[in-house]
């Protein structure tokens, strides 16, 4: 089994709760709103990570990271947007298995079409009364679960 760790508008606050739960994971994903190139540094201390540019995220380090990524593993491909409204192709067309995104904070999993769409959340400062959440991905035989963790911070 391939485990992909979720995480996305952490804003430059990587929280020791979503680092505990990344832990032992074989790739991580950060969804956008990432804050600060220390937050990527931290995480790929954990496992290998894909991270795409939220709106907030500014700078030369931010400007290095794509819009848009695919991760390709397990047998599967996930697409990474931060906001899934900007999501200009059809997944299912395109052979995406996932698209997983962030940017609205609020944690969802659903399946559309036989593409899985998951928000992990916000792991970053709270919004409003929204959940600090993070998510992960978990692939076997070329099957995905997603799940959505409420941190207790």
Same mark, same amino acid.
């Not at 695919?70 to 409204?85: C, E, Q, S, Y």
């Not at 067309?93 to 916000?122: E, F, I, Q, W």
């Given at each position: 089994?391939?485990r992909v760790?979720?995480? +996305?508008? /952490?804003?430059?606050?990587?929280? =020791?709760?979503?680092?505990?739960?990344?832990? !032992?994971?074989?790739?991580?994903?950060? $969804? !956008?709103?990432?804050? #600060?190139?220390?937050?990527?540094?931290?995480?790929? %201390?954990? $496992? =290998?990570? /894909?991270?795409?540019?939220?709106?907030?995220?500014?700078?030369?380090? @931010? %400007?290095?990271? =794509?819009e848009t990524?695919?991760?390709? #593993? !397990?047998?599967?491909?996930?697409?990474?947007?931060?906001?899934?409204?900007?999501?200009?192709?059809?997944? @299912?067309?395109?052979?995406?298995?996932?698209?997983?995104?962030?940017?609205?904070?609020?944690? +969802?999993?659903?399946?559309?079409?036989?593409?899985?769409?998951?928000? *992990?959340? +916000?792991?970053? *400062?709270?919004?409003? #009364?929204?959940?600090?959440?993070?998510? &992960?991905?978990?692939?076997?035989?070329?099957?995905?679960?997603?799940?959505?963790? &409420?941190?207790?911070?």
């Open positions: 089994m391939i760790g979720l995480i +996305s508008d /952490t804003h430059g606050l990587l929280r =020791p709760q979503a680092l505990a739960q990344l832990r !032992g994971v074989d790739h991580i994903v950060h $969804a !956008g709103d990432i804050g #600060t190139a220390a937050v990527l540094a931290r995480l790929a %201390e954990l $496992a =290998p990570v /894909t991270a795409v540019r939220g709106n907030n995220d500014q700078g030369a380090w @931010a %400007e290095a990271l =794509p990524a695919t991760l390709r #593993t !397990g047998g599967v491909a996930i697409h990474i947007i931060h906001d899934v409204k900007l999501l200009d192709v059809d997944p @299912a067309s395109a052979g995406y298995d996932a698209v997983v995104s962030g940017h609205s904070h609020r944690p +969802s999993c659903t399946r559309r079409d036989g593409v899985l769409y998951v928000n *992990p959340g +916000s792991a970053g *400062p709270q919004r409003f #009364t929204l959940p600090i959440a993070v998510g &992960e991905l978990r692939i076997a035989d070329g099957e995905l679960r997603a799940e959505v963790i &409420e941190l207790v911070v």
